[in-house]
């Protein structure tokens, strides 16, 4: 069977189709990281508008690399949540007019589902339960997983996701955007203990917490500026990576051990941060649990992994009508421990 999976939570325009349980035949981004540039940021009016731009001539180019027709899709899987609401709707109306002309049943998915479910794409796959950790721009979540379709909250960010504190420690520093992963290359040629930052929430609870970080920075920023100092910005990058990282992976460990469990998913666009992964793996080895890593590719926003979770959705008839809402947070059940 193939599905049609569309993404369009934030600022990529994503379509891919799913041949059976794993066989990705194509994964296209349309990225709009030039359009929003010089705004050091997402515009969310001109995401929406891009979308619309975009999604029809990349379907096109989707099938055609699928080398597939509309006649063979036997399901359409699209995001509906959570993300940025005018962004979400083009991709949701967009679905909802190909399930209605092709008569084919409409499927529902969230986006934090879909990324812990990316790991589902490669060829080492976690088997159930297991703990997963979503950290990207927007989101920075522990999720209990005990199968595809049932996923328990553990924790999440207080205030701002650790990739949101990427972009605004990289904009007060004038590094331009996307923040994160200009950060992450200065940082390889900085000295990661070189300034204190502290590691909020680290020692209680699996809650984040990343805005009295980014607060430090800033603090310490304008400290330097006060006295006519220069800002050692390889190693405050350096510094201010590790300290996030730092808390991620502790949180990670706190969760596998309060569930007893062996298993770890980690995805997400922050998870393409070379620092986090080279930690985790060895937390891995000395704490002796699996580690689930996607290829950077299905971590950063894409639609293979919402072809999983539709899937997995198709299968147990789970379908959605036509009059299928968006909405901008998830309400996933809490899990207490």
Known sequence: MHILAIETSCDETALAVL??????????????????????GIVPELASRRHME?????????????QINFEEIEAIAV?????????????????????????????AVDHLHAHFLAAFLEEKKPSFPFVALVVSGGHTCLFFV????????????????????????????????????IISRLAEHGDPSRIPLPRPMREKGLDFSFSGLKTAVVNLVKDLQK??????????????????????VEKSLR???ALELRRLVVAGG???????????????????????????EFCTDNAAMVAVVGLHKYKQKIFADLELDVYARSHVPKYKI
């Open 19 to 40: 041949k059976g349980e794993d066989q990705i035949l194509c994964n296209e981004v349309a990225s709009q990281i030039e359009l929003h540039r010089r705004f050091g």
């Open 54 to 66: 975009t999604i029809l001539p990349l379907t096109e180019e989707a099938l055609k690399k699928a």
């Open 79 to 107: 995001t509906n949540g959570p993300g940025l609401i005018g962004a979400l709707v083009i991709g949701v109306s967009f679905a909802k007019a190909l399930a209605y002309a092709l008569k084919r049943p409409l499927v």
């Open 146 to 181: 005990r199968d595809y379709l049932k996923y328990y909250l553990l924790g999440q960010t207080r205030d701002d996701a650790a990739g949101e504190a990427f972009d605004k420690v990289a904009k007060l520093l004038g590094l331009g955007y996307p923040g994160g992963r």
């Open 227 to 248: 006295k006519g100092l220069r800002i050692p910005v390889q190693d405050l990058c350096a510094s201010f990576e590790a300290a996030v990282v730092d808390v991620l």
């Open 255 to 257: 969760a596998l051990k």
């Open 270 to 296: 922050v998870a393409s941060n070379r620092r986090l992964r080279q930690e985790l793996q060895q937390a891995a080895q000395e704490h002796g649990f699996d580690l689930f890593l996607p290829r950077p």
